[in-house]
């Protein structure tokens, strides 16, 4: 099966910037529809952005549309988040995904560790 591991999460400013990458293992699976979700203290985990398997399609959560940008390299097997015009309510634990298979409406079946991104004002 696949495995995920997250880094690039740390403290930033409001109006800043942060990258997170997602190292993903297993061929195969690494190349179905990936995602980033998070996780605020206190709250469910939110869907935050997704790309498909070659990279030709994504979409995003209304809130943060215009400051995310996900993208992946399928030479490197890694997934990025790269985030701008941060604010004080993206901070969260944020998790890598992965589909367990190549259909459109697959699950997220493979999960990384999380991490975390705090936001200071």
Known sequence: QVQLVESGGGLVQAGGSLRLSCAA???TFSRNRMGWFRQAP???REFVASISRIGGSTYYA???KGRFTISRDSAKNTLYLQ???LKFED???YYCAAAGSSVVNA???YWGQG???T???
């Open 25 to 27: 293992s297993g061929r």
């Open 42 to 44: 206190g709250k469910e």
């Open 62 to 64: 209304d809130s943060v």
């Open 83 to 85: 985030m701008t015009s």
């Open 91 to 93: 901070t969260a634990v």
């Open 107 to 109: 699950r997220w079946d």
């Open 115 to 117: 991490t975390q991104v």
């Open 119 to 121: 936001v200071s004002s």
